[in-house]
């Protein structure tokens, strides 16, 4: 049986009675994962594949919405963030050495499922970086039933002009042994405490934003700052590695916003017009958070996530 773990339910706002437990890679790096249950019988289990900087806690309202509708919702810590093993002295850096150890992560996720009796079928939320990581596992065969993505990270938004420099300094930071430096324009600091909510590219929601900023100002272990130049290596290159690979045959939705700027629309509407059985819902007027927005915003995103799981 897993140990107990920490999960920091007075911020969370999630649904009664989560609990947390620690489980194991195969590389033998420690993962934290929270698990709530509906009051009766489950329709299945979904899953939260978070973005990069995100914690469990961050996702307790979206548990508390999948519990209402009679799932029963897990989450895990990546590794490299929230109370999961960090990869560095630095601890803030968001660093990984192979974006496939991700894929550790998934396999050891899912082993721990199989010894809890996991509820069935299972299904998939996954945000961001999750979107990357729950596409490279959907075509590997991971046995799940349903997939929706918000703003997936199948491209990274940078200038065509920047582009090239961006991948030379990549480059440039595994020749020379720089990987755990941070990428340009990164620093130690969370991005909800270091940006004004005037300039946040997250979310239209001055409310969801400050819930993002108390939630690491109340439990500072659980915040990231900026990606290192190993992180922004290995993410540029599964970008592309997954551009090039046909879509599973999984049905999916993806939400979108018409104001994302932090992962490439282009790269997903292009992912999503070759996906057999996907649906790409647009969401008008909204930033990167497609699930932490606007009370109007958001309420059509869980309509369609809850109606597409269902």
Known sequence: MADPAPLHADIADGPDGG??????TA?????????????????????????????IEKYGVLAADL?????TAVAIDWRGQGLSDRLLPDPLSGHVGRFADYQLDVAALLTHLAATDCPQ??????????????????IAGAPIRRAVFSAPMWGILIAPRLRPAAWATARAARWLGLTHRYAPGG??????????????LLTTDPAQFARMARQTEAVPELA??????????EALMECRALAALPSPDTPCLTLLGTDEAIVDPVAVRARMARWPGGDLKVLDGARH??????????????????????
Do not use: K
């Open 19 to 24: 609990a947390a437990q620690w489980i194991t």
């Open 27 to 55: 590389d033998a790096r420690r993962l934290r994962v929270a698990r709530w249950n509906p009051p009766g019988p489950a329709r299945g289990t979904v899953l939260i594949f978070q973005g990069r900087t995100e914690y």
């Open 67 to 71: 519990v209402a509708a009679g799932f």
């Open 121 to 138: 079928p299972l299904s998939l939320v996954a945000h961001s970086m999750g979107g990357a990581i729950g596409l490279r596992a959907l």
């Open 187 to 200: 620093s130690a600091r969370a991005y909800a405490s270091l940006i004004p909510f005037a300039d946040n």
């Open 224 to 233: 990231l700052g900026g990606p290192s130049l190993g992180w922004l290596s």
């Open 289 to 310: 958070e497609c699930l932490m927005e606007a009370p109007s915003l958001r309420s059509q995103a869980m309509a369609a996530l809850i109606g597409h799981l269902g």
